[in-house]
């Protein structure tokens, strides 16, 4: 009944930046809490960014500073802009949320990833 759909994601020089994009579409009644995950090969998903929908976020170490989540919550949409990008940031970028559904009650989704390389 919902969808998310990421998009952004490419092939970065390191110290470039990049801005990744999700919208979630379906049955949805309000977006709650929206974030962001990343896998890279080989390493287990890591939390990177996460953002109420009050506009509180939150951030992985190793993301700090660096990386900035916001939203939009009349298009159910969240952002994560990426600058001063780094080799170890390359990875399948995953969008995650909690969606109440039009008939009640809270579910966790996840969309299928955006592929994001920073290399020289």
């Known amino acids: 009944q919902v969808q998310l759909l990421e998009s952004g994601g490419g092939l970065v020089q390191p110290g470039g930046s990049l801005r990744l994009s999700c919208s979630a579409s379906?049955?949805?009644?309000?977006?709650?809490?929206m974030g962001w995950y990343r896998q890279a090969p080989g390493k287990e998903r890591e939390f990177v960014a996460r953002i109420t929908s009050g506009g509180s976020a939150n951030y992985g170490d190793s993301v700090k500073g660096r990386f900035t989540i916001t939203r939009d919550n009349a298009k159910d949409t969240v952002y994560l802009q990426m600058n001063s990008l780094k080799n170890e940031d390359t990875a399948v970028y995953f969008c995650n949320a909690d969606i109440m559904g039009l008939i009640g009650g809270v579910n966790h989704y996840w969309g299928q990833g955006t592929q994001v390389t920073v290399s020289s």
């Open positions: 379906g049955n949805i009644f309000r977006a709650n809490a």
